[in-house]
């Protein structure tokens, strides 16, 4: 059974950087996209940012582009949240989510938020406060 595990988070002053991981085990690798969402206090899910198994952009949503970088280790299984001049609205839980390529593409393309129940697996979230 597949299994994700969000890791890096912690507290930055404003402009500063992390760098989340999600480390996945159990997935059929090959053929699903690994998305990062967020959560912050007293709001709903927010897309970030997704990569895909194989060809395509990467998805960035608007308020990080520029900003955040996604990029993925296949030898190891891990996908990376690079996060840049951060600010703070980007206080936020960050969770790590996985599922097939085209269902990934889909919801980011057309669902202007996203759902517990989109995707087949989560991990348990990381979280992330930036604050002076």
């Known amino acids: 059974e597949g299994h994700l595990a969000e890791s890096g988070g912690g507290l930055v002053q404003p402009g500063g950087s992390l760098r989340l991981s999600c480390s996945a085990s159990?997935?059929?690798?090959?053929?699903?996209?690994v998305i990062w969402v967020r959560q912050a206090p007293g709001k709903g899910l927010e897309w970030v940012s997704a990569?895909?198994?194989?060809?395509?952009?990467?998805y960035y949503e608007d308020s990080v582009k520029g900003r955040f970088t996604i990029s993925k280790d296949k030898a190891n299984n891990i996908v990376y949240l690079q996060m840049n001049s951060l600010k703070l609205e980007d206080t936020a839980v960050y969770y790590c989510?996985?599922?097939?390529?085209?269902?990934?593409?889909?919801?980011?393309?057309?669902?202007?938020?996203?759902?517990?129940?989109?995707?087949?697996?989560w991990g348990q979230g990381t979280q992330v406060t930036v604050s002076s």
């Open positions: 990569i895909y198994s194989d060809v395509g952009p990467a």
């Open positions: 159990g997935l059929p690798w090959n053929n699903y996209g």
């Open positions: 989510a996985a599922d097939q390529d085209f269902r990934v593409e889909w919801l980011v393309t057309n669902r202007p938020d996203p759902y517990r129940d989109d995707f087949a697996y």
